[in-house]
């Protein structure tokens, strides 16, 4: 009988340790359909082979991941329903997304009404700072540069290239017209005359004719605001139009991704210089899991979801846990602004007063139809100064 209550008072106590360590849900929202498909599926592969590698070393002080996905479709309606699938569906503590710029203003009012903390991983709008932070919106925070603080520095970097004149060619979408505004005031700014901006819808098959356009304007250069998915056929035709213009791009056209698009032609994107703040050698050991799992090179906005994680998401997780003992919405989005991490695969990342990170930005150059770094640059507030 004595035995018999002691094995009871084990097991109670087992339940109870048990009970108080329920897993830690983390939500990601990408577009998991439609035109913009790929990045979904990227940031769906780098989340899990992320929050299996947490796992796998005991968890966040103890308390495992669990990882849950809501597709937006890039649209700032879906990503709405996104965000309350996620928060009142799957119940999770905290979401990294939307990936797309649409998406992310269409979900910030949501995420501030229901109070659950959203990290934003990858889009590149102006206005997510502006609205973050002191700006509204306490329950946003963005490890992402945005497009008006890497505009100013780029700008400058193609005029001291001794470019004059620049055509810019976006997507017609939140991302690229937030850029085309950025750049717009930009190039002014460093004395590069714009002489024509013309908007593609992404997934489009044929560029000729908006390539047409910008080989008559006469500009110098191309600024294209574009994804290695519409990258590819975009240098293709690029060169069958016969166009001489340098390229420089925003968006993802220097990436392993794109050049496993033009495997057959890997030197069809030499000479083109972007403007980013991610490439896939920034953490090998990183790149060799992905590929051993997926046998395609990482992708850019996966592996930014997985950064996210494991440096911004999981330092505030901590810092809740230790301070508070708990992790819930309220805790984590508190633990967000002390996050202070010295040297991510990015740099540091640490939020200011707008839930804006300062992390490195890289020129990369596709050079030999390979990948290389120019420059790695800091940045901060002063740039936009």
Same mark, same amino acid.
């Given at each position: 009988?004595?035995?018999? @209550?002691?094995l009871?008072?084990l097991?109670?106590m087992? =339940?109870s ?8 849900k ?15 599926? #990227?940031?769906?592969?780098g989340a ?8 796998a070393k005991?968890?966040?002080? #103890?308390r495992?991941l669990?990882?849950y996905?809501?597709d ?5 309606? %879906?990503?709405?329903?996104?965000v &309350? $699938?996620?928060?009142d ?5 905290v979401?990294?997304?939307q ?11 949501v ?14 709008? !102006?206005?997510?700072r ?8 306490e ?5 992402? @540069? ?11 970097y193609?005029a ?5 004149s620049?055509?810019?060619?976006a997507m017609?979408?939140?991302f690229?017209r937030g850029a ?5 005031? +930009?190039?002014? $700014?460093a004395n590069?005359?714009?002489l024509?901006?013309?908007f =593609? ?7 000729r004719?908006v ?7 006469? +500009?110098?250069?191309?600024?294209a605001?574009?994804?290695?998915s519409?990258?590819?056929?975009f240098?293709?035709?690029?060169? %069958?139009v016969?166009?001489t213009?340098r390229? =420089? ?12 698009q ?7 994107g030499d000479?083109?210089? /972007? ?9 090998? /050991?990183?790149d060799?899991?992905?590929? /051993? &799992?997926?046998?395609v090179? !990482? ?19 901590e810092?809740a846990l ?6 819930d &919405?309220?805790?984590? &989005? +508190? ?5 202070d991490?010295?040297?991510s !695969?990015?740099?540091p ?7 804006? +990170? ?6 990369? %150059?596709?050079?030999?139809g390979q990948?290389k770094?120019?420059e790695? *640059?800091?940045?901060?507030?002063? *740039?936009?100064?």
């Open positions: 009988m004595r035995y018999a @209550l002691t009871a008072l097991l109670v087992a =339940f340790a048990g009970a108080q360590a329920p897993p830690i983390i939500g990601f929202a990408s577009a998991m359909s439609g035109p913009a498909a790929i990045t979904g599926e #990227g940031v769906k592969w899990t082979l992320a929050v299996e590698e947490i796992n005991g968890g966040v002080m #103890g495992k669990e990882a996905f809501a937006n479709k890039a649209q700032p309606g %879906e990503a709405v329903s996104a &309350r $699938k996620l928060a569906v799957d119940q999770v503590d979401i990294i997304g990936t797309h710029s649409g998406a992310c203003l269409g979900a910030m009012p995420v501030k009404e229901i109070g659950i903390p959203m990290v934003i991983e990858a889009c590149s709008h !102006p206005k997510i502006e609205l973050s932070g002191k700006g509204g919106n329950w946003t925070f963005r490890v992402a @540069l945005d497009d008006e603080i890497m505009a100013h520095t780029f700008a400058r193609i001291r290239q001794g470019v004059k620049s055509s810019i060619l017609n979408n939140d690229g085309a505004i950025a750049y717009e005031a +930009a190039f002014k $700014k590069v005359k714009l024509s901006t013309d =593609f819808d992404p997934g489009q098959p044929d560029y004719p390539l047409t356009r910008i080989k008559r304007a006469g +500009a110098e250069s191309i600024l605001v574009i994804l290695a519409d990258g590819a056929p240098m293709r035709q690029y060169h %069958e016969g166009l213009q390229v =420089f791009s925003r968006g993802s056209l220097t990436t392993a991704e794109f050049l496993h033009v495997k057959d032609n890997p030197k069809i000479g083109v210089i /972007e403007a980013s703040y991610w490439i896939n050698t920034l953490d090998p /050991e990183w060799k899991k992905w590929t /051993e &799992r997926y046998k090179p !990482p992708r850019v906005h996966g592996s930014l979801a997985a950064i996210t994680l494991k440096w911004a998401v999981v330092p505030a997780l810092i230790k301070k508070h003992g708990k992790a &919405r309220q805790t984590i &989005r +508190a633990a967000l602004e002390e996050v991490v010295k040297d !695969p990015l740099g990342i640490k939020f200011d007063a707008n839930h804006q +990170a300062w992390i490195n930005m890289i020129l990369i %150059e596709m050079r030999d990948l770094i120019l790695k *640059l800091p940045t901060s507030p002063a *740039l936009l100064n």
